[in-house]
């Protein structure tokens, strides 16, 4: 059984640029979360999702950042016009709907903008 | 608001007993985490523990929930320099909103 999966793990762009972050749940998964990890802090929440909807977006900032959860395939985090500030570590979780306590997380994805 | 804080940083000898501490203060915390993060990877869940629980066990590691206090701790046995990593202390209300509020985490420092 496959972990949670994120692509690219590492990624750079340029300022104004847009960073597009993957994520595969693990098999069985419904739920999906993105966390962001600035360098020597912990987690900060962003975005919860479920298949076609996004259930709490609280953490999100309100402008460049989307996120999406489709039927079929990956949920991507989306970052327009990046500035330096978005250079961090984006982590992504899932949980299974019968066990919404647990959230297992992917690798990461390093975002490092020029 | 939801706040978790932790120690910056913790050694300790192979062999010797680790004990890593969190403190919260939201009342309505459900689930309290433990989570390890080594460098340039993501983080694994080690063990949970439900709020109407005191102790939680699991191998060689110890969860102590002090709800009055609001007080979480993480007890690892027999510590190995494979233990040397972050660890990040996490809780969530769990009902409604989902998310997990982390700590900053601890590093631990393992000396042979």
């Known amino acids: 059984n496959a972990g949670v999966m994120q692509n690219p793990r590492h990624l750079v762009r340029r300022r104004g640029q847009e960073a597009r972050l993957r994520c595969s749940p693990m098999k069985g998964h419904s739920h999906v979360y993105w966390y962001r990890q600035l360098p020597e802090e912990g987690l900060k929440f962003m975005v919860y999702l479920q298949k076609e909807n996004i259930i709490d977006e609280s953490g999100m900032p309100k402008e460049r950042f989307s996120a999406e959860f489709p039927k079929e395939g990956p949920s991507i985090l989306r970052i327009q016009q990046v500035v330096r500030g978005d250079s961090a570590a984006y982590f992504c979780?899932?949980?299974?709907?019968?066990?919404?306590?647990?959230?297992?997380f992917g690798p990461g994805t390093r975002l490092l903008v020029l | 608001g939801e706040d978790v804080e932790q120690s910056l940083f913790l050694s300790v000898r192979e062999g010797d007993s680790s004990v890593i501490n969190c403190t919260y203060t939201?009342?309505?915390?459900?689930?309290l985490y433990w989570y390890k993060q080594e460098p340039g990877a993501g983080l694994q869940l080690l063990t949970y523990?439900?709020?109407?629980?005191d102790m939680k066990q699991d191998q060689r590691l110890t969860v102590l929930l002090n709800k009055k206090d609001k007080h979480l701790s993480l007890r690892i046995a027999d510590t190995q320099t494979g233990d040397s990593a972050i660890y990040f202390c996490a809780e969530t209300a769990y009902t409604g909103r989902r998310a997990l509020t982390f700590g900053s985490g601890t590093r631990l420092q393992v000396q042979p």
């Open positions: 939201d009342s309505s915390s459900t689930y």
């Open positions: 979780a899932s949980s299974p709907w019968d066990r919404q306590e647990t959230q297992y």
């Open positions: 523990i439900f709020s109407n629980m």
